[in-house]
């Protein structure tokens, strides 16, 4: 009788990337000049003991003298046994600042931390020799790299995580490189909303996984001065491995947002339980707002 390992180390999961897309794309904190704080807290699995947890908590400056943004990132993981963590700085320049359009490239720099606690197994057979009843842990550095151009009514993407795993085989402690391709149409000119429809790519080894989303954001009028300001959204997203997300986001003032996010899988062979996601987003608007007179609709979200 013969036996083999498997493992599945992949990216963070995360429903509201599509309003964040740091976490895979370090380039996009060049956004326009504010102190941007985002944070998402997602449970997967409800019901299932040792259910995937995780946490994530970035926040990103972007200076114009500069031309730069600077950001710092912590992601926690914990599914089962084990529990990961991975700090990580980032640092994004634009290459092009065009008052219509803009190129900018970003890297992200850190560890990563994966840990193993036998110690937390319930085995039915105490004395079952594929159990080790101990602790493990490993800390490997970690590295991001992305590219993103903007325009007025398009975003696209490209990136690729985990750079130090490139042509390495999978294992329980390594998060394995994946491939980030999108393009996103948005449109905030309609006085009443603005929409978005956006199609990702990622590819990791043998396995690539389309994503699909669309979402519209209400607004209102406040007059000739400020001009229609954002309220609610609602979104949908579809990937290719059979999964459904459900999104709403309230502005609870101009800077403050919070959202949350519903998945459903669909795939026969799958935990069927849903999985909830809330996510905050905070800005902190600069004093010397330079790039006001650079990004167009600058107190919109979308960026």
């Known amino acids: 009788m013969s036996g083999a390992k498997a493992f599945a180390q992949a990216d963070i999961s995360m429903a509201t990337h599509w309003y964040n897309r740091a976490n895979y794309n370090p380039a996009s904190i ?23 947890k995780v946490f994530n908590v970035q926040a990103s400056e972007y200076i114009h003298n500069m031309r730069s ?5 912590l992601v926690g993981d914990k599914i089962g046994v084990t529990q ?29 931390t994966r840990s193993v606690d036998g110690y937390l197994f319930e085995a039915v057979t105490t004395i079952d020799p594929s159990i080790q009843y101990n602790m493990e842990r490993i800390t490997k550095p970690d590295a991001i790299v992305g590219f993103e151009f903007q325009n007025t009514h398009f975003i696209f993407s490209i990136s690729s995580t985990h750079l130090l795993s490139i042509y390495k085989s999978d294992s329980l402690f390594l998060n394995t490189n994946h491939r980030y391709g999108s393009v996103i149409y948005k449109n905030t000119s309609p006085e009443l909303f603005n929409f978005h429809i ?11 996984v389309l994503e699909g989303n669309a979402g519209i954001r209400f607004k209102h009028t406040t007059g000739l001065i400020n001009g229609p300001k954002e309220i609610f959204d609602i979104g949908l997203t579809y990937r290719s491995s059979q999964q459904m997300t459900l999104l709403f986001g309230l502005n609870i003032s101009p800077n403050l947002r919070v959202g949350y996010a519903y998945d459903q899988s669909f795939a026969t062979e799958g935990y069927q ?31």
């Open 30 to 52: 060049a956004r326009t000049e504010y102190l941007y704080l985002f944070s998402n807290v997602r449970q997967q699995w409800i019901g299932v003991a040792g259910a995937p």
């Open 69 to 73: 943004a600077f950001g710092v990132s």
């Open 84 to 112: 990961a963590f991975n700090p990580m700085l980032t640092y994004a320049y634009r290459i092009s600042n065009n008052r219509d359009w803009s190129l900018s490239m970003g890297i992200s720099a850190g560890v990563f």
């Open 198 to 208: 956006g199609l990702q790519v990622v590819n990791r080894q043998n396995l690539t």
């Open 273 to 303: 339980n849903g999985t909830h996601e809330i996510m905050l987003e905070y800005r902190i608007p600069s004093k010397a707002a330079s790039t006001h007179c650079q990004c167009e609709n600058n107190g919109y979200w979308y960026h």
